[in-house]
Nanobody, 123 residues
């Protein structure tokens, strides 16, 4: 089983930036597809971004974050990042790091989830 530990959340003013980190253990990192989801109170979890650790594909983003968020990986550190720029109040959520395992298809539910990190954007 893969353990995922997020960090980097916090309070930021609208228009600002944050970088989330997710350290993964228990897997060969570059064989897996990693991603980020987010969830607001009372709402369903929402896909944010996805990237293959093998470097064989382009990142995928939700329309709501395209052009503002960037997902990246450091295979040497077994860490996936989410750089979030031009944040708005609509980005206030709990952000979860996820592991899809060795493959992805439309509708696939991630195999593993982190505990989540809170991001709050003040206007």
């Amino acid at each position: 089983q893969v353990q995922l530990v997020e960090s980097g959340g916090g309070l930021v003013q609208a228009g600002g930036s944050l970088r989330l980190s997710c350290a993964a253990s228990g897997q060969t990192f570059n064989r897996y597809i990693m991603g980020w989801f987010r969830q607001a109170p009372g709402k369903e979890r929402e896909f944010v971004a996805r990237l293959s650790g093998s470097g064989g594909g382009r990142p995928s983003y939700a329309d709501s974050v395209k052009g503002r968020f960037t997902i990246s990986m450091d295979n040497g550190k077994n860490t996936v990042y989410l750089q979030m720029d031009t944040l708005g109040s609509e980005d206030t959520d709990v952000y979860y790091c996820v592991n899809y395992g060795g493959g992805w298809h439309a509708g696939k539910v991630p195999d593993d989830w982190g505990q989540g990190t809170q991001v709050t954007v003040s206007s």
